[in-house]
């Protein structure tokens, strides 16, 4: 069933189906109207008594005997044997069919009369037809009503209203024909556009993220109009809504958290093809761009799209450094002008489902905890293969990429519920793909002061304190046994924009 919320969203998001049913069923209405031939009708009335009567009681008897033989006229005034001496006494061209068809009586409530409408191409003809309808229906009846024997018939029909004559035409009415046609257009293009409602189950809006998680997204990519292949960094301009989306995620995760700021951020996605690898990509920019020493990593070593999308050229990468053919700082590569460093998936067949290799990469961003501010590790995807859940025990939390309109609501909210459960915890859902027109209505965009042009530091950006000696913390930025985990960041309802 469609909730009212639901349809509401629905009706805003895909308006065209409404006006272009309106639109639809006009024309349609006025090509009726303009095909349609006139109709003319025209109505008389006849009162329906008993003969003979002469005292109170036989009139009363009377008025009941013809209340009862009314719904037998109305029976006869529509049959072919009237209408066929309609056609004799006026010479027609029809069939008797087609007159008895043309041919409408009822009685009028509590009464003895009987209304007669008859309807025509001409106001001329119709009024004749209707007047010879009475002239014969008088005689069928005082045949009918004729007892054996009796002269006169028991059953008197008087015309109490000549049949009129009207000029305007019955059909087709324009107000009434496109109103219909407007009204019927307008029915079907809401049917039209709610079906996707009825029928959804997949996530697209903040309300889904929120009742698959229990939290609403932490950021919402725009779908790219003009997608640049192997680049993120066109849609990253300082005035673009995805960065003012990141700006804000970059705000959460940096200080969103106090003193223990999550330093390993793995981004995984529920499905493949969710554009994870992207937003692994943005966002370590859009913390370089912030100050921050950032190392990006592809962890994702059955399909790695990493190098692609950052149009690498290629390189040895995360494979060689656990393989030992390569050293950590030559598989290194600068991007986006040197602001952060890239460790792509690497050239060397390695099975990712190994211990050896959960291992190796777990000691691996343990290292690189000491070379930068925040270590952003691009994941494999959640749906066919948990290689991300194995990184739980080393990251300080997961960002969850959904794509809009594709991603299930079953899917995100299994695959939240299964990186909650891991020791760093989900920090939140990043909503991506999501259309320009979609994001406005359900205002989505976050308006934000874009950055100013920032060089990346040699050093960091917001220097650790040292922690007093004697209290067993280190000044490394290394985990320790007993470290405050970091919880899952507080949802930020979007402004409206």
Do not use: C, K
């Not at 087609?98 to 009028?108: F, G, H, L, P, T």
């Not at 680049?231 to 003012?244: E, M, R, T």
């Not at 100050?291 to 494979?319: F, I």
Request: hydrophobic share 45%; charged share 20%.
């Amino acid at each position: 069933m469609v909730q009212l919320a639901d349809a509401r969203r629905a009706l805003r998001a895909r308006w065209v189906f409404p006006v272009l049913g309106v639109l639809i069923g006009l024309a349609v209405a006025a090509l009726v109207l303009w095909r349609a031939s006139p109709t003319y009708s025209s109505t008389t009335r006849v009162f329906v008594s008993a003969t003979e009567v002469s005292d109170l009681p036989e009139a009363h008897a009377a008025e009941l005997f013809a209340t009862q033989r009314l719904a037998s006229y109305v029976q006869l005034l529509g049959s072919e044997r009237l209408a066929r001496g309609v056609v004799e006494d006026l010479d027609l061209d029809e069939t008797p069919a087609d007159v008895a068809s043309r041919i409408r009586a009822a009685a009028v409530p509590d009464t003895v009369v009987l209304e007669i409408t008859v309807t025509d191409r001409t106001a001329e003809r119709a009024q004749q037809l209707a007047d010879a309808v009475t002239t014969e229906f008088t005689d069928q009846v005082a045949t009918v009503e004729q007892p054996p024997g009796v002269v006169d018939s028991a059953v008197q029909v008087t015309t109490i209203e000549p049949a009129t004559f009207d000029s305007r035409p019955i059909s087709p009415a324009p107000a009434r024909d496109l109103s219909l046609g407007g009204g019927l257009g307008l029915l079907l293009g809401a049917l039209w556009a709610l079906l996707p409602a009825r029928g959804r189950r997949t996530v697209s809006s903040a309300d889904d993220v929120l009742a698959a998680t229990g939290s609403r997204p932490l950021a919402v990519l725009v779908e790219d109009a003009t997608p640049t292949r192997g680049s993120v960094l066109p849609s990253l301009g300082p005035d673009s809504p995805d960065a003012a989306a990141l700006r804000r995620l970059r705000a959460h995760l940096r200080f969103g958290h106090g003193d223990t700021p999550p330093q390993v951020v793995v981004v995984a996605g529920v499905l493949a093809g969710e554009d994870r690898s992207a937003l692994a990509a943005r966002l370590a920019l859009s913390l370089a761009q912030g100050g921050h020493r950032v190392v990006l990593v592809e962890a994702d070593l059955r399909s790695p799209d990493l190098a692609r999308t950052l149009a690498l050229p290629g390189h040895a990468g995360l494979s060689d450094v656990l393989a030992g053919t390569s050293d950590l700082d030559s598989a290194l590569q600068p991007w986006a002008d040197g602001s952060l460093e890239v460790l792509t998936a690497g050239s060397t067949p390695l099975d990712p489902s190994t211990q050896a290799t959960t291992d190796g990469t777990a000691a691996l961003l343990t290292r690189l905890r000491n070379r930068a501010d925040v270590v952003v590790v691009d994941a494999a995807p959640l749906g066919p293969v948990p290689d991300a859940v194995a990184l739980g025990d080393v990251a300080d939390g997961f960002l969850l990429a959904s794509r809009f309109g594709v991603t299930s609501q079953e899917q995100l909210t299994g695959a939240a519920a299964m990186l909650a459960d891991t020791a760093a915890g989900l920090l939140g859902v990043v909503l991506t793909h999501v259309p320009r027109r979609a994001a406005r209505i359900q205002r989505m965009l976050v308006p934000y002061v874009a950055d100013r042009a920032v060089t990346p530091a040699a050093t960091l950006a917001h220097p650790r304190p040292t922690p007093p000696e004697g209290t067993g913390q280190s000044a490394g930025p290394g985990r320790q046994a007993g470290r405050d985990r970091v919880g899952r960041l507080p949802a930020v309802s979007p402004e409206p924009s």
